[in-house]
């Protein structure tokens, strides 16, 4: 059974930090891009940043730029997102995706974690 369960989310002033993880099992982790997404209400899910399966490309949306951080270690079947200088704009549910395109699809989603900034 596939999981991806993320984790570090909760309630920050602006300005400040939060990590979030997102630990998998049930895949070869090593093998699926990883990405971060974010889902504010009334809006369309986004795609925060993407890592590749050996972590040595990634991708960033431009509103992100600069202030998150992806990274992952295959070893722990975990994949990270930094997020530093958080903005009010920044509040969301936070998705961590699982992505592997071979002969077949594969295509996994956690259950989500708040995050919210506010003063």
């Known amino acids: 059974q596939v999981q991806l369960v993320e984790s570090g989310g909760g309630l920050v002033q602006p300005g400040g930090s939060l990590r979030l993880s997102c630990a998998a099992s049930?895949?070869?982790?090593?093998?699926?891009?990883m990405s971060w997404y974010r889902q504010a209400p009334g809006k369309e899910r986004e795609l925060v940043a993407d890592?590749?399966?050996?972590?040595?490309?990634?991708n960033y949306a431009d509103s992100v730029k600069g202030r998150f951080t992806i990274s992952r270690t295959n070893d722990k079947s975990t994949v990270y997102l930094q997020m530093n200088s958080l903005k009010p704009e920044d509040t969301a549910v936070y998705y961590c995706n699982a992505l592997r395109r071979w002969s077949e699809t594969r295509d996994y989603w956690g259950q989500g974690t708040q995050v919210t900034v506010s003063s």
């Open positions: 049930g895949i070869t982790f090593s093998t699926y891009r």
């Open positions: 890592i590749s399966s050996a972590g040595g490309s990634t």
